[in-house]
């Protein structure tokens, strides 16, 4: 099926990610995972047009507290078209059967100077797995251990790319989107550009998880 191997046996693309160590890559194997080519360019342009229109002529806004995140705009939308539907779809596998993802997905517009801080999505409002469509742009996601900020983990998120959080990945280690003057991959520049992520969650346990999509973020310690 076409979501295959996005399951918790699924491993990341190796060119796509850095360690800091290989004990590192090992423990967060199958929880930290990225992959390229995940939509085409006619389905990422499709894409596009489904969720921009949605981001209106919204200002960018700077300085939201809780994700130290600037230059964005951001909504939460249901994918009604075909594109959305096809790619919730495909998402669908990375998530557990009985916690499959919202129906809506965080769509995050970031300027070419904007960033996201170091965060641990809120366990208030989010499931126990992140999984995140990046276009336009390629970035660099970083991961660092709430424990021990000197373990990090790298993911080049090209353009088309999808990346799948969970597992300690997603509940022991802040993520941040590295801004313009930072966004290194090793030693390759990832200059960056206006990117737009489609970031699908599910919810958190419990009979009644609350209803706030845009503001599920907790800040780093
Ligand atoms: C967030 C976040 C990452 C991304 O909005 O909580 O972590 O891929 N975004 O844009
Ligand atoms: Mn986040």
New binding site residues.
Partial sequence: SPGAGLGPEAEADPALLRASSPELARRLRGQALVRGGFVSEGEAAELLREVEPGLGRGRYQSDHWD?A?TGYRETERGLRGGAGRALLLRVTPAFPPRRPPRPSA?V?D?LPGGR?GP?V?SVKFCGCTIA?L?LLSPSV?RLRSLRDPQDWLELL?EPGSL?VLRGAARYEFT?E?LPDEESFFGGLRVPRGRRV?L?FRNDPPGENPPKSPLEP?TPAP
């Fill in positions: 994700r995140i965080h995050l970031l996201v965060h999505d995140g990046s996601l998120l990346y993520h989107i992520a970031i973020f």
